[in-house]
């Protein structure tokens, strides 16, 4: 069946980059998604992916997908405390408007 | 912007309750999803709903119900509340059957004692 993979926690200094990586098995994937939840809140969709491209920016985030090797990474330039979070991976189910979420990599961001 | 609202933050019940999660959406959106989150197992999802009257088992259904009368709304119902029942609660909805984005409420901590 579908499963998404992450690693469970990366810890980084403030201003350096992040990178957190997923990997995916549904081939047939259409979107690929990234979200954000802070403590205490629900998650909050960061960016996404349609699988036909390689990569997308958006100011900080940087999305580089790998349809190949069905592996997606999430890159956090220039980290600020304010990034410290769990981030998740999903991918869409087919058609049927269900995504599958990865089990979640908390970031922390040291001073 | 999509609003999802999650009625409590906060619940404590007591075991064998029964329990009523309520979940409401302002953006029409066609599908709505309960999922469980747990520590190092990610979301997992409860049931779903492709429009009103209408429910999906998820991976995990057992020991849930759910209601969908209205299409804001999509309630999860916790028969026969138990100790492994504690979790956080995530209401999810979404727009169509492609691949569209679930927009999330703030989540209900439900602790069963």
């Known amino acids: 069946g579908e499963d998404v993979e992450q690693s469970l926690f990366l810890s980084v200094r403030e201003g350096d980059s992040s990178v957190i990586n997923c990997t995916y098995t549904?081939?047939?994937?259409?979107?690929l998604y990234w979200y954000k939840q802070e403590p205490g809140a629900g998650l909050q969709l960061l960016t996404y992916?349609?699988?036909?491209?390689d990569m997308k920016q958006d100011q900080r985030l940087t999305v580089l997908l790998n349809k190949k090797d069905k592996h997606l990474s999430l890159r956090i330039a220039d980290t600020q405390t304010g990034d410290s979070a769990i981030y998740f991976c999903?991918?869409?189910?087919?058609?049927?408007?269900?995504?599958?979420f990865g089990q979640g990599t908390t970031l922390q961001v040291k001073p | 912007d999509v609003k999802v609202t999650q009625s409590s933050r906060y619940l404590v019940k007591r075991t064998g309750e029964k329990v009523f999660l309520e979940c409401v959406q302002d953006?029409?959106?066609?599908?709505m999803f309960w999922y469980r989150q747990d520590p190092g197992l990610g979301l997992r999802l409860i049931y779903f709903?492709?429009?009103?009257?209408?429910?999906e088992k998820g991976d995990i259904p057992e020991g849930y119900s759910v209601s969908r009368e209205k299409k804001e709304r999509f309630s999860l119902i916790l028969e026969s509340a138990s100790t492994n029942q504690t979790s956080m609660y995530l209401c999810?909805?979404?727009f169509g059957r492609g691949a569209s984005p679930l927009h999330f409420g703030n989540g209900t901590r439900l602790t069963v004692t």
């Open positions: 999810a909805s979404s």
């Open positions: 992916i349609f699988s036909n491209m």
């Open positions: 953006m029409d959106h066609e599908n």
């Open positions: 549904d081939s047939s994937s259409t979107y």
């Open positions: 999903a991918e869409a189910s087919g058609n049927t408007g269900k995504l599958i």
């Open positions: 709903s492709y429009d009103v009257k209408m429910k």
